[in-house]
């Protein structure tokens, strides 16, 4: 089971792009990186998931390099509602989510 | 389409008590996981149901049990509460192939 390590906490301000960085050291082959975004008193809510490279929605961008053996989820021009605990899990692609491990995440405060 | 529905949403017992907390999953989806989230461990791992089978369990006493239904509808239930049960329960619904889940808004149990 492959474990994450996040920071415990990062500041921004509003229009700034953040960037949060994950560790993977010992993620498998098969393993693909899912970040999801909780807000207090809610369920997390899927972001974005990858398994090389660069992956980009509407909300984030996720950069993998050629070792995966960490990621970093970027959202762009942040704003006060993108303050929220953000989860970088690590887990094959047929992995439910019992398989996987939340960790504690990220903890991201924006400031106007 | 419906997302998933958890109930109730709080719920207040006394120790020693037991509890049942309900979770539907998006129509369709066959994976049912419960969550336990408190301040101080983040979001725990309780289990795993798909197709009425618990397919993963996490680590936490017999206390804690749960079962899911035919038509995918989960319940878990703690027995002999215990102050330290007090925290968020969550519930996540999910496709068995990949790794994008669906949570619900919670219950939040407290135990006086």
């Known amino acids: 089971l492959a474990k994450t390590t996040q920071p415990i906490s990062m500041d921004s301000y509003e229009g700034q792009e953040v960037n949060i960085t994950c560790s993977h050291n010992?993620?498998?082959?098969?393993?693909?990186i899912t970040w999801y975004q909780q807000f207090p008193s809610q369920g997390p809510r899927f972001i974005i998931q990858?398994?090389?490279t660069k992956v980009t929605n509407e909300v984030a961008s996720l950069f993998i390099p050629a070792d995966r053996k960490s990621s970093t989820l970027s959202l762009p021009r942040v704003s006060l509602s993108d303050t929220a605990v953000y989860y970088c899990l690590v887990g094959d692609e047929g992995s439910t989510l019992g398989r996987l491990y939340f960790g504690r995440g990220t903890q991201l405060t924006v400031w106007p | 389409k419906a997302g998933v529905t958890q109930t109730p949403r709080y719920l207040i017992k006394t120790r020693g008590q037991q509890v049942t907390l309900s979770c539907s999953p998006i129509s369709g989806h066959r994976s049912v996981s419960w969550y336990q989230q408190t301040p101080g461990q983040g979001l725990q791992f309780l289990f795993e149901y798909f197709s009425e089978t618990q397919r993963n369990k996490g680590n936490f006493p017999g206390r804690f049990s749960g079962r899911q239904f035919s038509n995918s509808r989960s319940e878990m239930n703690v027995s002999t509460l215990e102050l330290g049960d007090s925290a968020l329960y969550l519930c996540?619904?999910?496709?068995?192939?990949?790794?994008?889940?669906?949570f619900g808004q919670g219950t939040r149990l407290t135990v006086v």
């Open positions: 990858g398994y090389k």
């Open positions: 996540a619904s999910s496709r068995q192939e990949n790794t994008e889940a669906f």
């Open positions: 010992n993620i498998a082959t098969n393993d693909y």
